[in-house]
């Protein structure tokens, strides 16, 4: 398995409260994405990341703030957290985009009540 | 929006059958992808498939890709218990990202 870690795996917070979420790859991968998933919607795109510092916005990244200070580092960021923001969060990472495979961690469960 | 969208949403079969699982698409892609998901597990890359390309195959798994119909299937042979799992297609148009679409959920009965 491509050597990535999510952190935590679980958690519970309470709306209104900030919280980061982490992506760790060892593979030293260019590219790093942040999805959720949702019963009926499939994976969406959160905000993906093409190198240190570079960032770019997915498809439903409102209330999503993201950072990659470092290759092996993504960090997710909710800022103030809504129940709408209950999902499972998957990262991914690849060497190119597109038109390599995508390797996934797996995932985190976040609940907000 | 969700540019692949797999058909049937859930397929239910018995062991030693085979699985045939759809994908149709609405723009122009680069390339072509399946993924399985096991319960509680990230996403797991099975085939790439390029636009150039109409067919092809790994182990029990064979993709065909038809971009005159926007369309992809995946077929698995001999399906097993093990099998049992989420299906996605996923594309992109070149230098994008990858859009998922929904999922076909299958399941092997033993």
């Known amino acids: 398995d491509a050597g990535i870690t999510q952190s935590p795996r679980h958690k519970v917070t309470e709306t209104g409260t900030p919280v980061t979420l982490r992506c760790h790859q060892t593979?030293?991968?260019?590219?790093m994405y942040w999805y959720r998933q949702d019963p009926g919607h499939g994976l969406r795109l959160i905000h993906y990341s093409y190198g240190v510092k570079d960032t770019d916005k997915g498809e439903v990244s409102d209330g999503y703030s993201v950072s990659r200070s470092k290759t092996e580092d993504f960090l997710l960021t909710l800022e103030s957290a809504t129940s709408s923001q209950t999902s499972v969060y998957f990262c991914a990472i690849s060497g190119t985009d597109g038109n390599q495979p995508q390797h996934f961690g797996d995932g985190t469960r976040l609940s907000i009540l | 929006s969700q540019q692949g969208e797999e058909d049937p949403q859930a397929l239910s079969i018995q062991e030693g059958e085979n699985a045939t699982m759809n994908c149709s698409y609405k723009t122009s892609i680069n390339n072509l992808q399946w993924y399985r998901q096991n319960s509680g597990r990230g996403l797991v890359h099975l085939i790439l498939?390029?636009?150039?390309?109409r067919e092809k195959h790994s182990g029990r798994l064979r993709v065909t890709l038809d971009t005159s119909k926007k369309s992809s299937s995946l077929l698995i042979t001999a399906s097993r218990a093990a099998d049992t799992a989420s299906y996605f297609c996923a594309t992109d148009r070149g230098n994008t990202p990858l859009v998922f679409g929904k999922g076909t959920r299958l399941s092997v009965i033993a």
């Open positions: 498939i390029r636009s150039n390309e």
């Open positions: 593979e030293n991968h260019r590219y």
